[in-house]
Nanobody, 126 residues
């Protein structure tokens, strides 16, 4: 089991940048998990944003954020990051990180992620 806490959200103008952090505490080290970022806008379903394997060797992105967002991790710090550049108003949502304990496959569906943080709000103004 692992507890996750997101931070780094805020209000930014279109074209701006934010860096989200996902910190782990308690139980197993975050290095034992694949980690994904998901977002949920009001009235919409949770959607996949990006994921990174436990080793950091494999990453995956939603088409809507490719070339703008970068996921990375520092296992020594027990943290995963999401660098978001060229933000658009449609990126506005609550962003959450999830931990997937299966080391052999990295999924992009929320069902694969057993542990979640409480989320951090990102608001992009036009």
């Amino acid at each position: 089991q692992v507890q996750l806490v997101e931070s780094g959200g805020g209000v930014v103008q279109a074209g701006g940048s934010l860096r989200l952090s996902c910190a782990a505490s308690g139980g197993r080290a975050l290095s034992r998990y694949n980690v994904g970022w998901f977002r949920q806008a009001p009235g919409k379903e949770r959607e996949f944003v990006a994921a990174i394997s436990w080793s950091g060797m494999t990453t995956d992105y939603a088409d809507s954020v490719k070339g703008r967002f970068t996921i990375s991790r520092d296992n020594a710090l027990n943290m995963v990051f999401l660098q978001m550049n060229s933000l658009k108003p449609q990126d506005t949502a609550i962003y959450s990180c999830g931990a997937d304990p299966d080391p052999d496959a990295m999924g992009s569906s929320p069902q694969f992620f057993d542990y979640w943080g409480q989320g951090t709000q990102v608001t992009v103004s036009s």
